[in-house]
């Protein structure tokens, strides 16, 4: 196989798999093993590359992670945190959201950031009418915090664990759990000053009297869902589709782009990305927590009752988890015991058989909690890394960004300009597909940028790691930026506006402020 033909070949996988992710034709994770199973055809890839990701400690701590976020989820703490920092007296959204977006991002920096939306959202939304504030200022924020959040732990989102199993993969020590708060905490706080004091002004009142204000009947629930491209009644309207006998719920309402359908809604054909407003009972979330179909954006509290007995014992387990693991990585700690980690793939793995046993989360259903195709989408991110090294493309793409660089400057102006030009690439990726793909994308870049010019790599992992997760400039970006578009009736525009000064921000200091803590030498 020549060179040429391999680095030709899985640039079209490359752009057969975008493409694919683009128009949502499959999950993520099928469509990605469908790139990976190319490139084992042509062979590019030998079996045990494609399997060796499945087996990754970071993609197994993911897993994990999943269940100790619904163990903290189930406890009920996170209500308990949330009612506690809303104000019960008139404010306004500066002083509310400067009360709320740390703590939500303080959360996020070791949750996952979905339920966090999930739980907040709705109980955000009642709160700002009861004290007459606009629900929409404080929901995007909402999003966009536990983001922040996310970039400044190793566990603060999947990405980060992702990156940190293909710094290992490659034969280099992986990042400590706070790592990345050395650029991340900086991020994070001159976002959410942003948030705090500027977004507001960006962003819309409410729009429309919402239907979800209506009475409901005791014992029914209000959830609300995202269609995604698999919903069998996509083209159809709501008098073609019966949702009632294909999930047991009724529709209250339709969103549509982040504005509510009026007139003869009924007869109007269902669309991807379309929010629904259903009356369910107590079983729907349960039953379709997990489906392929749509996303559930939220619910109201009565579907997860506190419990109280449990509610601070998760809690001390999670302060244990990172505690432990933060301790472990010392040296001392590491030379107490030689020849065993206890790093946080120990501890993840020790919090989460106790939450088992507790019963902090219901351990007969503990597969259903655990997103697979995220876990999938991992583990072929690290086939595909490996497919673009062992192809020779990584070092193709690499030169071209060593070259535009060179264009720039020489090494202190070039070095910058690399970084950026990888951020951008990245985050590009990032708006566009999955954020676990988008590093999959990135990370053999960089190495192969790094090893090029006999560099640490480390300055360009850690930017990856920031570019994957900063998706703030469109409601596909990131899940959750999704899931409050109807909650909060925002549209696409709404997005922009707040978002892509966001992403500016990030941009700049992610590109000044890494080779000042990460020289590149």
């Known amino acids: 196989m020549s060179y040429d033909w391999s680095v030709a070949f899985v640039a079209f996988c490359l752009v057969f798999m975008i493409w694919a992710l683009i128009a949502d034709r499959l999950k993520p994770g099928l469509i990605m093993f469908s790139c990976v199973v190319m490139m084992l055809c042509a062979g590019i890839l030998q079996p045990k590359e494609c399997l060796e990701g499945f087996s990754n400690k970071g993609m197994i701590t993911v897993a994990l992670l999943f269940l100790v976020s619904e163990g903290v989820r189930r406890s009920g703490i996170l209500e308990q945190i949330i009612m506690n920092l809303l104000p019960l007296k008139k404010t306004t959204p500066t002083r509310a959201n400067a009360r709320l977006l740390p703590t939500i991002a303080a959360l996020s920096a070791f949750l996952n950031n979905t339920p966090v939306v999930v739980i907040f959202a709705p109980i955000i939304k009642n709160w700002a009418r009861k004290v007459g504030l606009p629900h929409t200022k404080f929901l995007i924020p909402l999003s966009y915090a536990t983001v922040l959040g996310g970039i400044c732990t190793l566990i603060g989102t999947s990405t980060n664990l992702v990156v940190d199993g293909l710094i290992q993969e490659s034969g280099r020590e992986g990042m400590s759990m706070f790592e990345l708060g050395k650029v991340g905490i900086i991020i994070c706080l001159v976002g959410l000053a942003y948030l705090i004091f500027y977004s507001h002004y960006l962003l819309p009142d409410n729009r429309e009297s919402e239907s979800e204000d209506e009475d409901k009947a005791e014992g029914v629930h209000r959830v609300e869902i995202v269609l995604r491209s698999r919903f069998p009644g996509l083209g159809k309207n709501l008098r073609e589709f019966d949702f009632y006998r294909h999930y047991g719920a009724t529709v209250r309402s339709i969103r549509r782009g982040g504005m509510l359908l009026s007139g003869d809604w009924m007869n109007m054909p269902l669309e991807n990305h379309d929010s629904l407003l259903l009356d369910t009972d107590d079983k729907f979330v349960q039953e379709y927590q997990e489906s392929t179909s749509f996303l559930i954006s939220s619910y109201d509290a009565d579907n997860q009752p506190l419990n109280e007995k449990k509610r601070y014992f998760a809690l001390l387990l999670l302060v244990f988890m990172i505690i432990g693991a933060t301790v472990g990585e010392l040296p001392y700690v590491r030379n107490l015991v030689p020849g065993f980690k206890f790093d946080m793939f120990f501890f993840v793995c020790l919090t989460t058989v106790i939450m088992a046993w507790t019963k902090i989360f219901n351990p007969r259903r503990y597969s259903k909690y655990i997103s697979w195709d995220v876990l999938v989408t991992i583990a072929c991110a ?16 690499a030169d071209i960004i060593i070259a535009c660089a060179d264009v720039i400057g020489q090494t202190e102006h070039g070095s910058y300009a690399m970084l950026a030009i ?24 960089a190495l192969a940028v790094a090893e090029k010019l006999g560099v640490d790599p480390m300055p360009f992992f850690i930017c990856i790691c920031v570019a994957a997760s900063a998706a703030f400039s469109t409601p596909i970006g ?5 899931l409050v578009q109807g909650i909060g009736g925002y549209r696409f525009t709404d997005y922009v506006k707040v978002g892509l000064p966001l992403n500016i921000i990030v941009f700049i200091i992610s590109v000044f402020v890494i080779p000042l803590i990460w020289p590149i030498r």
């Open 382 to 397: 690290f086939a595909i890394s490996k497919g673009m090294q062992n192809s020779g493309f990584a070092d193709y793409i």
């Open 478 to 482: 990131y899940q959750t930026n999704l």
């Open 422 to 445: 990888l951020f951008l690439i990245t985050n590009l990726f990032t708006e566009l597909i999955t954020n676990n793909a988008a590093a999959a994308l990135s990370f053999p870049l």
